[in-house]
């Protein structure tokens, strides 16, 4: 009878060790889907303010030339 309880213990173990595992493992392929995420996020940003830097300095230098060579004080 014993050997019985024991192998029904052990079957029971060893089922309870896999879904532990499994979910181990869910929760760290999702702490790293996250992270990539938000690294890809941080990469896009950086990436638009720098952008967004080049085409505001662009701008205004490109804008003051049109004006000043269109309407100076000679004519």
Same mark, same amino acid.
Request: include cysteine; charged fraction near 25%.
């Given at each position: 009878?014993? @050997?019985?309880?024991?192998? $029904?213990?052990?079957?029971? $173990? ?6 532990? *595992?499994?979910?181990? *493992? /869910? ?5 790293? +889907?996250?992270? +990539?995420? $938000?690294?890809? @996020?941080?990469?896009?940003?950086? @990436?638009?303010? $720098? !952008? +967004? &830097? @080049? /085409? =505001?300095?662009?701008? /205004?230098? &490109?804008?003051?030339? =049109? !004006?000043? &060579? ?6």
């Amino acid at each position: 009878m014993t @050997k019985i309880y024991l192998t $029904i213990l052990m079957c029971a $173990i060893t089922v309870g060790a896999f879904f532990y *595992g499994k979910n181990v *493992g /869910v929760s760290k392929c999702e702490t790293q +889907n996250l992270q +990539n995420q $938000i690294r890809t @996020k941080e990469q896009n940003q950086t @990436k638009e303010r $720098i !952008l +967004n &830097d @080049k /085409v =505001f300095k662009t701008g /205004v230098a &490109d804008i003051r030339r =049109f !004006l000043r &060579d269109k309407y100076s004080i000679a004519e």
